[in-house]
């Protein structure tokens, strides 16, 4: 835990020092978040052997998403509005096709049958979610490309549709948090007290929504010198690093034959970010100097509706192999790939 801490605290020098050399920043940077997601991944264990998946998974999502949240805000404040859109929606389709992908293929290689299992419940619930959130960006989109009179008032509709979403996403979580599921029973004794892991999960999530900013501060010279586009930047790599913490924790519970605590993370990300943190941002964009709406690119709106109809194929059922998870992490090189193209 010292060395976390030392390695945190290294990142925050190296990123607010002048003359540090942007790779030194980088490394501390990614040192300080893989140790932080570590800290995540413990303390989610260890509050889970208590509380179950349910809880648990919405504990984490949610402090977990953290640094998408911070990353986004502070590219609207900056004007860079390409990189917090694809930042946003990058964070959906990390966490939908390659996290999951991951878990899956984690879960369904420990497990002796070669097949994951989970509860479906929630990965149905997570891709109603998802779907009502493609729902208004379809519709935004439609009346974009038609130019017809809906398309001059997006940031009316974007709002109005904001607020819908955030009091559906809160009657689905009240529902989902009142009736948890109990406590897995392969998970092992817990080696902290409750107060003691919640604190520490709440450490980690704040730390590594701190520590995600630091890196993709020290990732945007690397960025400019490569001639990677704005898209490829906010879908991919700041969606990719502001996710670590549900790649190490999600991966390492399902290793560990905790598939449904796995899942649970993972599904609650997904349908958060999609149901409350875009929402919220729309909303929160009105206090920055550039408005985040649900209009977006054609390519993007193709891609959340096609994951929505994927992950719910694969996991409808409440069980996965790792044939499917391979199929969730192809999708997502693809999406990458095609990315790498936009502007």
Request: aromatic fraction near 10%; glycine fraction near 8%; charged fraction near 10%.
């Amino acid at each position: 835990m010292a060395v976390i801490v030392v390695l945190t605290i290294a990142a925050g020098v190296t990123r607010y020092a002048s003359g540090v050399n942007d790779i030194v920043a980088f490394a501390f940077a990614t040192l300080a978040l893989a140790g932080l997601a570590w800290v995540v991944s413990f303390a989610t264990e260890q509050v889970g052997a208590r509380f179950g998946a349910a809880i648990t998974g919405f504990m984490q999502s949610t402090l977990g998403n953290l640094p998408e949240f911070f990353v986004v805000i502070f590219a609207l404040n900056a004007g860079q509005k390409v990189v917090a859109e694809t930042a946003i929606i990058g964070s959906i389709l990390v966490n939908a096709l390659l996290v999951l992908g991951l878990v899956i293929v984690a879960g369904a290689w420990k497990d002796r049958t070669g097949v994951m299992r989970f509860n479906p419940h929630l990965p149905n619930d997570t891709a109603t979610l998802l779907l009502m959130s493609t729902f208004i960006i379809v519709l935004v989109g439609l009346a974009n490309l038609a130019h017809d009179p809906a398309s001059h008032h997006t940031r009316t509709i974007s709002i109005i549709g904001a607020v819908a979403m955030l009091l559906v996403y809160g009657l689905w979580a009240r529902q989902y948090l009142s009736s948890p599921a109990p406590p897995d029973e392969d998970a092992e004794v817990p080696r902290l007290s409750t107060r003691t892991a919640v604190i520490l999960l709440a450490v980690g999530g704040l730390g590594s929504a701190f520590v995600s900013d630091w890196f993709v501060h020290a990732l945007e010279p690397t960025i400019h010198k490569l001639h990677i586009s704005q898209a490829f930047a906010g879908l991919v790599i700041v969606a990719i690093a502001g996710n670590a913490v549900e790649h190490a924790v999600g991966v390492v519970l399902a290793y560990k034959g905790h598939a449904e605590l796995a899942i649970a993370v993972v599904k609650n990300s997904v349908g958060q970010i999609a149901a409350f943190l875009y929402p919220l941002l729309v909303l929160a964009s009105l206090l920055t100097a550039t408005s985040l709406t649900f209009a977006l690119p054609g390519v993007y709106i193709g891609a959340l509706f096609a994951t929505a109809v994927i992950i719910w194929q694969v996991t409808y059922d409440g069980e996965a192999t790792a044939f499917e998870g391979a199929a969730l992490v192809a999708a997502f090189v693809i999406l990458a790939t095609v990315a790498a193209f936009e502007g």
